[in-house]
T-cell receptor, first 113, second 113 residues
Framework: IAGITQAPTSQILAAGRRMTLRCTQDMRHNAMYWYRQDLGLGLRLIHY???????GKGEVPDGYSVSRANTDDFPLTLASAVPSQTSVYFCASSEGSSSGELFFGEGSRLTVL | GENVEQHPSTLSVQEGDSAVIKCTYSDSASNYFPWYKQELGKRPQLIIDIRSNVGEKKDQRIAVTLNKTAKHFSLHITETQPEDSAVYFC????????????FGAGTRLAVHP
């Protein structure tokens, strides 16, 4: 069982380019999340989805969009990347939206130049 | 909204000593307090959690205590081992879901042999 798979693992991107980070889970979890991790700031929620077909904004949603067409996939899109979006991005899932463990992917390191 | 402060940002101990990491939260309605461990280059993983109806919870060498009146909670690691070296994150949320889970900035623990 893979759990949560993120791609790419690492990417260098020119400012202004569009980028989609992919996230797939095989645990049939209802809820999925995208966090960014920055030194000294911990993990901050970008967007979440409590169930397929629904999404919501987290703490830092500006400049990002998500979609949840099915249970397994939760891609994160940067429409026009800026250097401040340089970060490590973690996708996560949980069985319910308010209980159980958060399972994280391995992370995607994104550098915007 | 909720704000979680975590101290210290770095902690260095000798193998066998105890380590304590403290977090304070601002929203008195918060009722769920998990701790995540992130080894270097790895994903965060849940190590222990506590809900507001409990004052203390133990799991082998780790324990978490909660003081609702003072709005702080702490992680205690006894008999530390080199493999305990990692970044530890506390978090807090109130009923309504993980979309309201707020993380602290993290504590980098180094256990020296």
């Amino acid at each position: 069982i893979a759990g949560i798979t993120q791609a790419p693992t690492s990417q260098i991107l020119a400012a202004g380019r569009r980028m989609t980070l992919r996230c797939t889970q095989d645990m049939r979890h209802n809820a999925m999340y995208w966090y960014r991790q920055d030194l000294g700031l911990g993990l901050r929620l970008i967007h979440y989805s409590n169930t397929a077909g629904t999404t919501g904004k987290g703490e830092v949603p500006d400049g990002y969009s998500v979609s949840r067409a099915n249970t397994d996939d939760f891609p994160l899109t940067l429409a026009s990347a800026v250097p401040s979006q340089t970060s490590v991005y973690f996708c996560a899932s949980s069985e319910g939206s308010s209980s159980g463990e958060l399972f994280f992917g391995e992370g995607s390191r994104l550098t915007v130049l | 909204g909720e704000n979680v402060e975590q101290h210290p940002s770095t902690l260095s101990v000798q193998e066998g000593d105890s380590a304590v990491i403290k977090c304070t939260y601002s929203d008195s309605a918060s009722n769920y307090f998990p701790w995540y461990k992130q080894e270097l280059g790895k994903r965060p993983q849940l190590i222990i959690d506590i809900r507001s109806n409990v004052g203390e919870k133990k799991d082998q060498r780790i324990a978490v205590t909660l003081n609702k009146t003072a709005k702080h909670f702490s992680l205690h690691i006894t008999e530390t081992q080199p493999e305990d070296s990692a970044v530890y994150f506390c978090a807090a949320s109130k009923s309504g879901g993980y979309n309201k889970l707020i993380f602290g900035a993290g504590t980098r623990l180094a256990v020296h042999p």
